[in-house]
């Protein structure tokens, strides 16, 4: 326990004594013992010993040096008036006289001080001197003020205002409670409620006390309830704050302000986390596991301590399952698997066994496949067997977004960058993606700028936001797909070469459904499965879509699933979509019309070619050259297809680069590959 010595110079007005005494003690409660020394009862070389030494006057110190040795205890008393009696004297009218009377004229002038500090300077105050009260020298003023000193009021003053005892001023609490560290909870809230109370004219000092006190308090719950124990040491070594966790974590329950580190960390554990350079390592303490990062607080090129955080294993684990709950609430995962591509051909076998041994490795995947084979699930399914499955998945089409918001969609900006951007800027993809893996689709639309930018991400693994000067680095798991051929894209000039090779490193080809016609029943009955739907299949049936071309691949098949699920109650020839049944119905009319055909020309491949040479004759006369002219045409030269069948067979010979389709009269013309066709 502490001692204050409140000092005075004698007993007189021993209630005020007695007042402060009750003032101190209920602001330092049971933390402190407060006694009365009075000068005129020492000895002349009579010594005092105390912990704080708090004096009414600041003349009292000259008198005071006799008795003690050690004068940075002393604390010269301030005081303060009770905010409720400063409202009732701004009341009194402007340029009133006013008496101040008190128990000696200093306190008096001290009073009087206090007012015109405080801000009223329309009221005369004038300190009442006992000595000077003759001859009616006060009688023209009618109203006096006094700290509860009515016996000292001259008889003629016709209104008092008693203000009671003046307060103890918080400048002193506060001073007392540092120097003697104090900061107990208990003394700062009495302090606090004193500061409201009371009225001083040091409202900077008030100020500057309750923001440090506020801000302390939020980092200490902060920090000190955080559930990671956190120790920090000086340079060498020496504790300087530990928090409840940590204290939990080495068994230590007393107050750590007295605790050297050596009190928390038994001996091996603190040779290992004090002498080695390491910035995070696991330690067994107390048969559990921790992680430990250490990292130096530096004053610019100075180390002048050490952090420590000391996190359990379990709660490691039990983070990283709210993150990853959390990233499938903002659909940041990746929901498909390997096991869910459904498959029997040789084909797709290789395929995902190349594709699991690409996911073990960090390198970019490049994986190329027409329109509909399944590139998203297949990148889905590579993050989830890799080992950044915990982590987000980041999905983008790049085809779908122009190249400003593309660019500020991949790489964030800062707010106010640009117009329309929100004021708080925003984060971009690359950076949510961090630790994870980042599936850029359609790769092959992207334009130049956007090409060299992605390079550079990929070559030195840093991004800059938009409309910022900082870098930020990033580990980020690239894959990405394309419908086009990217090498022919380089050769045209549209993609940078140096980009292709980048992203080229594992290049994946997914196969077109027409290459692995065996898995198309199984995909057909699983997606009937799914929406819980049984048909009977006929055989014909089933044998006319294994050789069915599927253009769109497995969207195709899914799309002619739904639709026969929706609108149809049987499976069969007649109840697929139009635009196959054409297609089917074509292939087997030419297949019956032309039994002596070729066993290398199919009839598919016949009208193939018929469709060409019509093509290029109507190109030569300057003909159109339409869907609906070209049906006509071909009828004329006795092969008849419906227009169905014409758009299928051009969209055919368009993705096998053989003609170019345009709106308008132009129609359809035969590219240089096509006329190499037909010269063969």
Known sequence: MKTILMIYNNRENWNVIEYLKRCVESIFENYVQVENVFLTELGEHEMIEGDIYLVLYEHMIYILKKHITDFDKVVVMTRGINKKFVNEIRKVADNTDILVVNDSYESTIQTTNTFYELGISNINFIPYEKRLDVNNFYNDIKIAITPDEMNLIPPHIEKVINIGYREIGYDTTIRIMQKLRLGHKSVNRNIIKNMNDIVEPNAVFKSNYLNSYLKGEMLDKMIFNSYEGILLTDSSYNLVYSNEKLN?????????????????????????????????????????????????????????????????????????????????????????????????????????????????????????????????????????????????????????????????????????????????????????????????????????????QLLRVIQEKQIMRIGSDRVINIDVRIIVATNKNLEEEVHKGNFRSDLFYRLNVIPIKIPPLRERKEDVIM????????????????????????????????????????????????????????????????????????????????????????????????????????????????????????????????????QDGLITCQKGRGGTRLTQRGKSMLAR
């Open 248 to 452: 939990r974590i080495f068994n230590v329950y007393d107050d750590y302000t007295d605790k050297s580190i050596d009190n928390f960390v038994e001996g091996e554990i603190c040779n290992l986390i004090c002498c080695a350079d390491f910035k995070s390592k696991l330690i067994k303490i107390n048969e559990e596991n921790y992680a430990v990062e250490k990292s130096p607080v530096m004053l610019m090129d100075h180390a002048i301590g050490y952090n420590f955080i000391f996190r359990h294993e379990k709660d490691i684990r039990d983070l990283e399952i709210n993150l990853k709950n959390n990233l499938v609430k903002k659909g940041l995962f990746a929901k498909y698997s390997f096991e869910k591509i459904i498959h029997k051909s040789n084909a797709m076998m290789h395929c995902i066994s190349l594709s699991k041994k690409a996911a073990l490795t960090n390198f970019t995947i490049l994986i190329q496949g027409e329109s509909g084979t399944g590139k998203e699930l297949m990148a889905q399914s590579i993050h989830n067997f890799s080992d950044r499955k915990e982590m987000p998945f980041v999905a983008i089409n790049c085809a779908s977004l122009p190249e400003s918001l593309l660019e500020s969609q991949l790489f964030g900006y800062e707010g106010g960058s640009f117009t329309g951007a929100s004021k708080n800027g925003k984060i971009g993809l690359f950076e949510q993606a961090n630790t994870g893996t980042l599936f850029l689709d359609e790769i092959g639309d992207i334009s130049p700028n956007v090409q060299s």
């Open 523 to 654: 995909l057909l009955s699983a997606a009937l499965n799914d929406r819980n739907v049984t048909f009977d299949i006929p055989d014909e049936v089933m044998e006319a879509l294994k050789n069915y071309e599927w253009p769109g691949n497995v969207r195709e098949l899914i799309n002619c699933c739904e639709y026969i699920v929706s609108m149809e109650s049987r499976f069969s020839l007649e109840t697929l979509p139009d635009y196959m049944k054409e297609k089917i119905l074509y292939r087997q009319c030419a297949s019956a019309d032309q039994p002596q055909a070729a066993a290398t020309d199919t009839p598919e491949v016949d009208a193939q070619k018929s469709l060409l040479e019509l093509i290029e004759e109507r190109n030569r006369k300057g003909l159109g050259a339409g869907r609906k002219s070209l049906s006509l045409a071909m009828m004329e030269h006795g092969q008849p297809i419906g227009e169905g069948a014409i758009r299928a067979l051009l969209e055919q010979l368009q």
